[in-house]
């Protein structure tokens, strides 16, 4: 099996960390500048790796094994959330990098490859998923056209800015791959909690948007008699409280629900508002209880909106599908970890979407985790341990030479 150098995998993984430094975490939104001199400093170590690096058109750093006749494709992404962690996708990517590394040295792997990639803006900056989209023929380039950041920034204005414009953008080739591998902090709390040390992931929720909208009627909130007002802001609260009650009778054992964001208009303390907004998001992994939940959410603003005094009115904003991880694949990773770690492993399914489950659409892919301290992600906070940094190199090398093999 080939040998993973832990005190590499840290060094490289502290040293991704110093582009976009902020406290303990990292700042890299997708195509700032810390963002593309990062993608250069990883594009320079592929190649140290003995692999070609090609930046694509819409940020993806590939790296291509150039004599291999079987390649596994590993990575993950290289951005981060807004004041976000040093390993939400920074891990994967750099267990990619010291996979394709420990590899080459490996003469029981001679014919077989790693392929090593960093895809661009899984954390959504401007658009859901583009570089895995991109790669596997999801992303249009209307869609590059229109796309822009919260902010106000258009897609194709950041692309030339960070020196993309004009660049061809890879597409996946079928007869290229024997599949896609990823690992990935958890994000969650349920290895550290259960004294586990690996996660082998059966499955990826899908995650269904819906905004919201109650209309009633702006006013003066000192004058407006309370059996005359149309309170928009009320009505929102009254109607996530129903929401909240409606999702838990039908909840399955891992559903989770959040509605994490809430707008009124105008925002002031002496106006009865006339509009308010929130965003309603519930994900799981099987498909039989996200739809009971879209009707039930849709009846209940039909509900809202029939007994007022506000109007109510619903618009869907996204959808991803679930997605099952290649039986076979988890197999592997299970099996290293037996041999690493035995007895401390769990199959679970992922809370969070990844690019592994746009990548499953097109190929066989599997999925890794490795604990999170305190189950913390998407906060300067996020950490895991050095040991199970390291352990967690070894057991996925390990899992990916035995998918390399055919085992």
């Known amino acids: 099996m080939p040998r993973t150098d832990g005190e590499r995998v840290i ?34 170590k592929f190649a140290e790796a003995g692999l070609d690096p090609v930046i694509d058109g819409i940020g993806n750093v590939i790296g291509r094994n150039p004599s291999a006749q079987r390649r596994l494709l590993v990575g993950s992404h290289s951005e981060t959330q807004p004041h976000g962690g040093w390993l939400d996708g920074a891990l994967g990517v750099i267990y990619g990098l010291e996979l394709a590394r420990a590899a080459a040295a490996d003469p029981a792997l001679a014919g077989l490859g790693i392929e090593a990639v960093a895809w661009a803006d899984e954390e959504g900056h ?8 991109s790669f596997t023929g999801g992303l249009s380039e209307t869609e590059i056209e229109t796309a822009a950041s919260r902010e106000g920034k258009k897609l194709r204005d950041a692309l030339a800015e960070a020196g993309l414009a004009g660049r061809p953008r890879e597409l996946f080739d079928p007869s290229r791959y024997v599949g896609y591998l990823e690992a990935h902090i958890e994000q969650g709390n349920t290895l550290e909690s259960t004294g586990l040390r690996i996660g082998i992931v059966e499955g990826i929720v899908g995650i269904w948007n819906y905004w919201v909208t109650l209309t009633g009627e702006q006013n003066h909130a000192g004058t407006t008699q309370m059996i005359r007002r149309k309170d928009a802001g009320s009505a929102m609260v009254r109607l996530a409280s129903r929401i909240n009650d409606r999702f838990a009778e039908i909840a399955g054992p891992r559903t989770v629900w959040t509605i994490g964001r809430m707008l009124l208009d105008p925002n002031a303390p002496s106006i009865v508002p006339g509009r308010a907004e929130m965003q309603v998001q519930f994900r799981d992994t099987d498909t039989n209880i996200l739809e009971p939940f879209e009707r039930a959410l849709h009846e209940l603003v039909a509900e809202a909106d029939h007994a007022g005094p506000c109007r109510a009115a619903i ?93």
């Open 11 to 44: 060094a490289d993984l502290k040293r991704l960390a110093e582009f976009g430094r902020y406290k303990t975490g990292v700042h890299r939104p997708t195509y700032s500048p810390e963002d593309v001199a990062s993608r250069q400093w990883l594009a320079d």
């Open 126 to 133: 401007y658009g859901n998923m583009l570089g895995s989209r």
């Open 315 to 407: 618009a869907p904003l996204s959808k991803t599908a679930p997605a099952a991880m290649d039986p076979g694949f988890q197999t592997q990773i299970e099996a290293a970890a037996e041999r690493h770690a035995p007895g401390r492993h769990l199959r679970m399914p992922s809370g969070a979407g990844h690019d592994a489950q746009i990548l499953s659409r097109r190929m066989r892919s599997g999925m890794m985790f490795v604990p999170s301290l305190k189950g913390i992600s998407h906060h300067w906070s996020e950490d895991t341990t050095e040991a199970d940094i390291v352990l967690g190199a070894q057991v996925f090398a390990d899992a990916a030479a035995a998918i390399l093999r055919g085992a």
